[in-house]
T-cell receptor, first 111, second 114 residues
Framework: DGGITQSPKYLFRKEGQNVTLSCEQNLNHDAMYWYRQDPGQGLRLIYYSQIVNDFQKGDIAEGYSVSREKKESFPLTVTSAQKNPTAFYLC??????????FGPGTRLTVT | SQQGEEDPQALSIQEGENATMNCSYKTSINNLQWYRQNSGRGLVHLILIRSNEREKHSGRLRVTLDTSKKSSSLLITASRAADTASYFCATFRAGGTSYGKLTFGQGTILTVHP
């Protein structure tokens, strides 16, 4: 099956700890994206990558970091510098028609 | 700033009725897309309309785009309880620092009662 996988589905961390969210795709898409969604809100772009070994900050990149060493993988690290990390995190990839394909999301809770 | 603004924020209808959601945006775009999100899940792409198109259909979905008014609407005809979800518009603008980015609205929560 082609698609995007995110793991884990639920993640719990203590304040002050860094945590890495996984995103893998087998759609052969060049572009990948990380979004954050808060309750009752739309999606806000954290980071995106148009191609391997390249990525750009989105609208709310502070406190987050990414890497893009492989086409299939785009992990997101939520650092201790992120003031309000509790949220629903969505990863997506894009095909050449501009349509984005989303993973099932990871719900991160930091206490 | 948020590119897409959606209206209404919430819509409650009976099965069989039509549902209309509106989206307004602020700058020129290359295309506008509509996505659906079931509670706690990822988004699913519904339909894309290019800036040179005025109307597009896909099954029970009808999307219109008015670039002069910078607005779009999504019509779901003969709604079903399974259509209950949040619906988001997203605008794509090529070029410049925003190349490759989609900007999402805050969404409309649609509830269809059986």
């Amino acid at each position: 099956d082609g698609g995007i996988t995110q793991s884990p589905k639920y993640l719990f961390r203590k304040e002050g700890q860094n945590v890495t969210l996984s995103c893998e795709q087998n759609l052969n898409h060049d572009a990948m994206y990380w979004y954050r969604q808060d309750p009752g809100q739309g999606l806000r772009l954290i980071y995106y990558s148009q191609i391997v070994n390249d990525f750009q900050k989105g609208d709310i990149a502070e406190g987050y970091s990414v890497s893009r060493e492989k086409k299939e993988s785009f992990p997101l690290t939520v650092t201790s510098a992120q003031k309000n990390p509790t949220a629903f995190y969505l990863c997506a990839s894009r095909d050449r028609s501009y349509e984005q394909y989303f993973g099932p999301g990871t719900r991160l809770t930091v206490t | 700033s948020q590119q897409g603004e959606e209206d209404p924020q919430a819509l409650s209808i009976q099965e069989g009725e039509n549902a209309t959601m509106n989206c307004s945006y602020k700058t020129s775009i290359n295309n506008l897309q509509w996505y659906r999100q079931n509670s706690g899940r990822g988004l699913v792409h519904l339909i894309l309309i290019r800036s040179n198109e005025r109307e597009k259909h896909s099954g029970r979905l009808r999307v219109t785009l008015d670039t002069s008014k910078k607005s779009s609407s999504l019509l779901i005809t003969a709604s079903r309880a399974a259509d209950t979800a949040s619906y988001f518009c997203a605008t794509f603008r090529a070029g410049g620092t925003s190349y490759g980015k989609l900007t999402f609205g805050q969404g409309t929560i649609l509830t269809v009662h059986p």
